[in-house]
């Protein structure tokens, strides 16, 4: 099994789902995380390193925070299970959380 973790920034992930990584990892599957706002270099550095550190692979969509989003720029015909974390009542979260649940 495959879980796809879609975070807003580069801690979220862990910082919501920490736990249940591990555990996946732990017990042999695959788990990718998704940076949306991944478009500076510390951003984009930070979410890497914290993915490499939990053993998972990493990709940064690339925006910058502030950016529009469209439900065309997120689309990434992921494999498996699609995990958003729990929105704050930051825009940038409840934003990306919006799009994939529609």
């Known amino acids: 099994m495959t879980f796809n973790i879609i975070e807003p920034h580069a801690d979220d992930a ?3 789902l920490g736990g249940h990584i591990d555990s996946w990892i732990k017990k042999g599957y695959m788990v990718n995380i998704v940076t949306v706002f991944s478009g500076t270099r510390k ?3 930070d979410a890497e390193m914290y993915a ?6 990493w ?10 989003l469209s439900e065309e720029a997120l689309l ?3 494999e ?3 995990i958003v974390p ?3 009542t930051h825009n940038e979260h ?3 959380r919006e799009l994939y649940e529609s």
């Open 14 to 16: 862990f910082l919501s």
């Open 43 to 45: 951003r984009a550095v």
């Open 52 to 57: 490499k550190k939990m053993k998972c692979s």
């Open 59 to 68: 990709r940064g969509l690339g925006f910058i925070e502030g950016e529009p």
């Open 76 to 78: 990434l015909n992921l």
């Open 80 to 82: 498996g299970e699609v």
């Open 86 to 88: 729990l929105s704050l």
């Open 94 to 96: 409840l934003l990306v």
